[in-house]
């Protein structure tokens, strides 16, 4: 959530929220996840991407890494960080491989 509304206070461009889980991707087109655990959390992301042109895209588990290793580095340290202009050491070996196209 913090990613995705940073983006919209620091840029004009669209937003590109790009996932390995389909079903993630398709629930915030529809009312899929209205009433589980992650409805709240659909509804947030809806709510922000009213807010500016927004682009889901799917990509493989493998063009994914980058976020699974700081999804990992937020459970074990229980932190949240933000890294403006610079990378976070914990991925410094992965993003170079996990920049991914984007047409628009």
């Given at each position: 959530m913090q990613?995705?509304?940073?983006?919209i206070q620091h840029s004009n461009s669209p937003v590109v929220l790009q996932s390995d889980s389909l079903?993630?991707?398709s629930c915030l087109s529809t009312n899929a996840l209205r009433r589980s655990a992650y409805g709240q959390?659909?509804?947030e992301i809806k709510y922000l991407?009213?807010?500016r042109e927004f682009?889901?895209?799917k990509i493989s588990r493998l063009q994914n890494r980058v976020a699974d290793r700081l999804a990992c580095y937020s459970r074990t340290?229980?932190?949240?960080?933000i890294w403006l202009h610079s990378v976070p050491p914990c991925i410094k070996d992965l993003w170079p491989l996990d920049c991914n196209s984007i047409t628009l």
């Amino acid at each position: 959530m913090q990613g995705m509304a940073l983006a919209i206070q620091h840029s004009n461009s669209p937003v590109v929220l790009q996932s390995d889980s389909l079903e993630a991707l398709s629930c915030l087109s529809t009312n899929a996840l209205r009433r589980s655990a992650y409805g709240q959390l659909a509804l947030e992301i809806k709510y922000l991407a009213s807010s500016r042109e927004f682009v889901p895209q799917k990509i493989s588990r493998l063009q994914n890494r980058v976020a699974d290793r700081l999804a990992c580095y937020s459970r074990t340290e229980r932190a949240t960080a933000i890294w403006l202009h610079s990378v976070p050491p914990c991925i410094k070996d992965l993003w170079p491989l996990d920049c991914n196209s984007i047409t628009l």
